[in-house]
């Protein structure tokens, strides 16, 4: 898998005769970001509840309020995957609730570091080696993993992105416009696992070998002038813009509520921060809401 964030099918939105889910299972291993992702529900909405015992799994759902995020992992009392997977088909059949599930995961060596910076025991490692720990507890939830229908990886993700993420795909579902999240990003540092969307900038003539434009950004105007003048950008941002305009409305028709539209150059500096906000002011245009992040710069901002 190559991205932060994963919908399933693009199933948001469509989860059982098109109603989002009023009811998730929020699971995920260790450390990956479980109790943030319930947060951020939370200021979304949700009910929350964490570590419910399986047992008291029916009786908390039936009698919920209304929207419901319940945390369930390897430390609930009674857990076992496939008995909560089955147990979850049986609410969907008796009551015909719609209920997702999110997974939030993270690379093996990024949680081992975790738990050795915070010094806490792994829930699973007892006097073993942390990521023994970890990869019994991977095992534990693969079934859980498989049936997702949002997977959130937050090696290389912020907390705020995370919520993020999540205030797209299930904040007021259904009532608002589609929302754009531009981010630039460098090739060197990887992938953004959220894009949906990934286009490559490094065709540009690039300002890092201007001695006087290398500690610039996008942002700056002397990089700004420098990449305009190359012959290839007009051409490439007019087709770009071809491409999406009639994009951004179908998306939007399928009831995707959030689309990741990520822009990379080699070290994430100079060219895709320069494009990333001229598609944002031509979004602007367009009248569609736009966030916008410099992944790999100190840049970071919200705009609308």
């Known amino acids: 898998m190559n991205r932060d964030y994963m919908s399933r099918d693009d199933i948001k939105g469509k989860i059982y005769n098109d109603m989002p889910p009023c009811v998730l299972v929020v699971t995920g291993m260790s450390g990956a970001g479980k109790s943030a992702a319930l947060r951020a529900l939370e200021d979304s909405g949700f009910e929350t509840v964490d570590n419910l015992p399986l047992a008291l799994l029916n009786a908390v759902v039936e009698a919920r309020a209304?929207?419901?995020?319940?945390?369930?992992?390897?430390?609930?009392?009674?857990?076992?995957?496939?008995?909560?997977?089955?147990?979850?088909d049986a609410l969907r059949r008796r009551s015909g609730i719609p209920i997702g599930i999110i997974?939030?995961?993270c690379d093996t060596d990024i949680l081992g570091q975790r738990y050795t910076e915070t010094r806490r025991p792994h829930p699973l490692a007892d006097d073993l080696p942390i990521s023994v720990g970890i990869e019994t507890e991977r095992r534990l939830l693969a079934p859980l993993r498989e049936h997702a229908e949002l997977l959130i990886d937050t090696t290389r993700l912020a907390t705020a992105d995370m919520k993020r993420i999540l205030r797209g795909q299930y904040?007021?579902?259904?009532?608002?416009?589609?929302?754009?999240?531009?981010?630039s990003f460098g090739y060197r540092h990887g992938l953004p696992r959220d894009a949906d969307?990934?286009?490559?900038?490094?065709?540009?003539?690039n300002p890092y070998y201007e001695p006087a434009l290398k500690p610039q950004s996008g942002m700056d105007k002397p990089v700004a002038a420098f990449i305009e003048k190359d012959p290839a950008l007009a051409p490439f941002l007019d087709h770009l813009m071809q491409l999406l305009g009639p994009l951004l409305p179908l998306y939007e028709a399928e009831g995707k509520s959030y689309l990741t539209i990520a822009i990379?150059?080699?070290?994430?500096?100079?060219?895709?921060?320069?494009?990333?906000?001229?598609?944002?002011?031509?979004?602007?245009?367009?009248?569609?809401?736009?966030?916008?992040?410099?992944?790999?710069?100190t840049i970071n901002r919200a705009l609308s």
């Open 264 to 297: 990379g150059c080699t070290g994430g500096q100079h060219r895709s921060v320069f494009v990333v906000e001229r598609l944002q002011t031509w979004l602007a245009g367009q009248n569609i809401a736009c966030e916008v992040r410099h992944r790999d710069t």
């Open 66 to 88: 209304n929207t419901l995020a319940i945390g369930i992992d390897v430390r609930t009392r009674d857990f076992d995957a496939s008995d909560l997977l089955n147990k979850l």
């Open 197 to 205: 969307l990934v286009f490559d900038v490094r065709f540009l003539k």
């Open 103 to 105: 997974f939030i995961d």
């Open 171 to 183: 904040s007021d579902v259904g009532a608002r416009p589609l929302q754009v999240f531009l981010t």
